[in-house]
C-alpha cells in the first residue's frame, strides 16, 4: 500500500540495519512499540505509517515484546490519565516487556455486567485497603503489575463508584488459586485481596473516574494488519489450514471439500472486511458498522477454522495433537511453550489441537458473542436498548 520508497520505510529499514536483533528496551526507545503515540514513547505515526512499520518489522522477523495488556491497556491510561511519576515508573518496563502486566477487572459475579463490580477499595491515610476477588486474570501468575478496577464509593450510582488502580502483585495479602483451562494450560487465575494496602499513588486519575478509564482505554486501538492469525490475531490462518492440507494430499470428501471452501470464503470475506476499515481509518473516517460485526465474525471464523482442522483429520482428530499434516510457520504459533512443541504423529502439528481447544474462549473473552450481537443491536442497527441503565 505505501510505496516502497517511502521515507519513513528507508529510515525504519536504516535502523533495523544498524540493529538487527533490537532488544524489547530498543525497540520501545525507538518508538517501534508504539508507533502512533507522541515522543519520545512513538512517531506520532498515522495508520499508514503505522502499517509500514508493522510491514518492516514483520519482513525483517523483528517482533515486539509480547506483553499485550501493558503495552495495550495499561500504558495508554497510564499515558492519557496517570501522574508524571507513575509515567516515569510504569511506561518503558511495560513499553520494552520488561514488566508484564495483567488485567483485574472481572470478578465471579461481574463479568459482561462489570460495572457491577465489587471489589472495594477504601481509602485509610495514605493508603488504599482492598478487598475482593477477580476471576479469569489471565498470566497473573506471570505479572509484576495489574490494572485494577475497584469500587470506592458504594453510595454513588454503579458506574461513577468505580477508580482505576495500578495494583504491584506481589504486594502482601494477594493470593492467587490457579484455573487450567481445557487446552490444558495454566493461563487464567483467580485472585484474591484480602486487606491488601496499596499507596496512595497506585490510584490512576481521580476516584469515581475508573469506568471512563477503562471505556478509553479499550478505544485505544492501533491500527492491525489483516495478517493476523484466527486466535486474536495470533495462531495460524485459514490459507495456513489449506497449505497444511495441500502438504497432506487434499481432501478426497466432499462434504469436507465444501466446508473447506466455505470456511476459505469466511476468511476472504474478513480480510475484505479489514481492508475496508483500514481504507477508512487512513481516509480519516470514524470506523464504520462494519467494524462492529467484524469482531463476531472473526472470533466465530476462529472457532469454524479449529474445527475444520480437527475433522480433516479424521477419527484421528479425537487424539490430542492431531490435525492436518504440515506445519504452521513459526510467526502463526500460539499458546504455551509446551503446545508449541512440534508433535511426533507423522509430521501433525499440535498448533491445530491446541487452537480447537481454545476457540471457545473467542466468543467469551472481551465481550461474549451476546454481548457484541447486543452492541450491534443497539449502536448500528438502532433497537432499543437489552438493559436499561
Ligand atoms: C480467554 C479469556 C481470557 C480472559 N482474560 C481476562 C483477563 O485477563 N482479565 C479479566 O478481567 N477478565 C478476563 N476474561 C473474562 C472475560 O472478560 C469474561 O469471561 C467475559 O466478560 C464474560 O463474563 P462472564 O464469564 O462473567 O460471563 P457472564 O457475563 O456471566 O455471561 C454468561 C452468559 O450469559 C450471556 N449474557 C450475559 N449478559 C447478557 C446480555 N445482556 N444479553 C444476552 N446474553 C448475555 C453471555 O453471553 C454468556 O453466555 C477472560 C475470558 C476469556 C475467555
Known amino acids: 500500500m505505501a510505496p516502497d520508497d517511502d521515507p519513513r520505510r528507508a529510515a525504519l529499514r536504516d535502523w533495523l540495519a544498524a540493529n538487527p536483533n533490537p532488544s524489547g528496551r530498543q525497540l520501545a526507545e525507538a518508538g517501534w512499540v508504539v508507533p502512533h503515540w507522541p515522543a519520545p514513547y512513538g512517531h506520532d505515526a498515522d495508520a499508514l505509517h503505522q502499517l509500514i512499520v508493522d510491514e518492516e518489522l514483520q519482513k525483517a522477523g523483528v517482533s515486539r515484546p509480547v506483553n499485550p495488556i501493558g503495552i495495550g491497556w495499561a500504558a495508554p491510561t497510564i499515558l492519557m490519565a496517570g501522574s508524571d511519576a507513575q509515567k516515569q515508573r510504569y511506561l518503558w518496563p511495560a513499553l520494552s516487556g520488561e514488566e508484564v502486566w495483567c488485567q483485574l477487572f472481572s470478578e465471579p459475579d461481574a463479568g459482561s455486567d462489570l460495572a457491577s463490580l465489587r471489589c472495594s477499595a477504601v481509602r485509610d491515610g495514605d493508603e488504599w485497603v482492598l478487598n475482593g476477588s477477580k476471576i479469569w486474570t489471565s498470566g497473573a501468575h506471570r505479572s509484576a503489575f495489574g490494572i485494577l478496577l475497584a469500587r470506592t464509593d458504594p453510595d454513588a450510582p454503579k458506574r461513577?463508584?468505580?477508580s482505576y488502580f495500578v495494583c504491584p502483585m506481589r504486594t502482601p495479602g494477594i493470593t492467587m488459586a490457579p484455573i487450567v483451562d481445557m487446552t490444558g494450560a495454566h493461563s487464567?487465575?483467580?485472585?484474591?485481596?484480602?486487606?491488601?494496602?496499596?499507596?496512595?499513588d497506585c490510584l490512576v486519575g481521580e476516584p469515581g473516574e475508573g469506568w471512563r478509564l477503562a471505556k478509553a482505554t479499550l478505544a485505544n486501538e492501533r491500527v492491525s494488519l489483516s495478517s493476523g492469525g484466527v486466535l486474536w490475531g495470533s495462531g495460524p490462518t485459514?490459507?495456513?489450514l489449506l497449505e497444511a492440507v495441500r502438504a497432506g494430499g487434499g481432501v478426497a470428501d466432499p462434504v469436507l471439500r465444501q466446508e473447506?471452501?466455505?470456511?476459505?470464503?469466511?476468511?476472504?470475506i474478513l480480510t475484505l472486511m479489514r481492508y475496508r476499515t483500514l481504507s477508512a481509518r487512513l481516509s480519516g473516517a470514524a470506523p464504520g458498522p462494519e467494524a462492529s460485526v467484524q469482531k463476531i465474525l472473526a472470533d466465530e471464523h476462529g472457532g469454524h477454522v479449529m474445527a475444520l482442522a480437527k475433522s480433516l483429520a479424521g477419527a484421528a482428530g479425537m487424539l490430542q495433537g492431531s490435525g492436518p499434516t504440515g506445519t504452521v510457520p513459526e510467526r502463526?504459533?500460539?499458546?504455551p511453550t509446551e503446545m508449541k512443541a512440534r508433535g511426533g504423529l507423522g509430521g501433525v502439528d499440535p498448533v491445530w489441537h491446541y487452537g480447537w481447544t481454545f476457540s471457545p474462549a473467542l466468543t467469551i473473552g472481551g465481550g461474549t458473542w451476546a454481548v457484541q450481537r447486543n452492541i450491534v443491536a443497539e449502536w448500528?442497527?438502532?433497537?432499543p436498548r437489552d438493559v436499561p441503565g
Open 160 to 162: 461513577r463508584g468505580i
Open 380 to 383: 448500528v442497527l438502532g433497537l
Open 332 to 335: 502463526r504459533r500460539a499458546g
Open 238 to 240: 485459514v490459507d495456513d
Open 260 to 268: 473447506t471452501a466455505r470456511v476459505w470464503a469466511e476468511g476472504r
Open 188 to 200: 487464567f487465575n483467580q485472585v484474591f485481596f484480602t486487606d491488601v494496602r496499596l499507596g496512595a
